[in-house]
Each structure stands twice: as structure tokens, then as C-alpha cells.
């Protein structure tokens, strides 16, 4: 099983990007009940920014509500983070994970990095 995530960058305040989860190997995105992304940013510990639990209850941090969406195309086996408005404290490494299994399987990790 691999996670692959993209779409991190270089981006100002107040700016959009999407990442991407891509998932291979023995996972079907639809067949997962525990899907989201984490985010660390630097010097800081690891953070929960948004799920989706049993395939449909979206839920996210406080301190990304309006602003961030969780969503998955269930044919291209994808998990995405649509992020708008994005602010400098959101510069973080990005990961995404699925719970299936009985284990967590983690994708390497996207920088996002919002200049002011």
C-alpha cells in the first residue's frame, strides 16, 4: 500500500492550492471509514486538520473551518484538501493518512509553505 501526496508549494496569504492523496495498492479509497490529513507545522507537533469518517461525516479543526474542504474521488482512489485563504501559520508538512486493516497507512508528506 503507498499513499502518494501532492500539491504543496510556495504560495502568498490569502491564496488556494489542492493536495492530493493518491492511494495504491491493495486500498479501495471507498472501502475506507477513516481517511484524512495531518499536518506539522515547523517546530511544532503534529496537528489533526480534517477526516472523513464512515465515508461521508466530514470533520475538521477549528482552525480550518470555512476555509479548508476534505473531500475523495473514489474512482481515482484519491483523497483531496482543497485549502483557501491560506495564512502563514499553515506553512506545515501536510501528510495523509486511511485507517484500514487495523492500521494507519501514511503518505510521505507535502510541504505547504504561505508567505505573508
Known amino acids: 500500500v503507498q499513499l502518494q501526496a501532492s500539491g504543496g508549494g510556495l504560495v502568498q496569504a490569502g491564496e488556494s492550492l489542492r493536495l492530493s492523496c493518491v492511494v495504491s495498492g491493495s486500498i479501495a479509497v471507498a472501502d475506507v471509514n477513516n481517511m484524512g490529513w495531518y499536518r506539522q507545522p515547523p517546530g511544532k507537533q503534529r496537528e489533526l486538520v480534517a477526516t472523513?469518517?464512515?465515508?461521508?461525516?466530514?470533520n475538521y479543526a477549528d482552525f480550518v473551518k470555512g476555509r479548508f474542504t476534505i473531500s475523495r474521488d473514489n474512482a481515482k482512489n484519491t483523497v483531496y484538501l482543497q485549502m483557501s485563504n491560506l495564512q502563514p501559520e499553515d506553512t506545515a508538512v501536510y501528510s495523509c493518512?486511511?485507517?484500514?486493516?487495523?492500521?494507519?497507512?501514511w503518505g510521505q508528506g507535502t510541504q505547504v509553505t504561505v508567505s505573508s
Open positions: 493518512y486511511v485507517w484500514f486493516g487495523w492500521q494507519t497507512h
Open positions: 472523513i469518517i464512515n465515508k461521508r461525516n466530514r
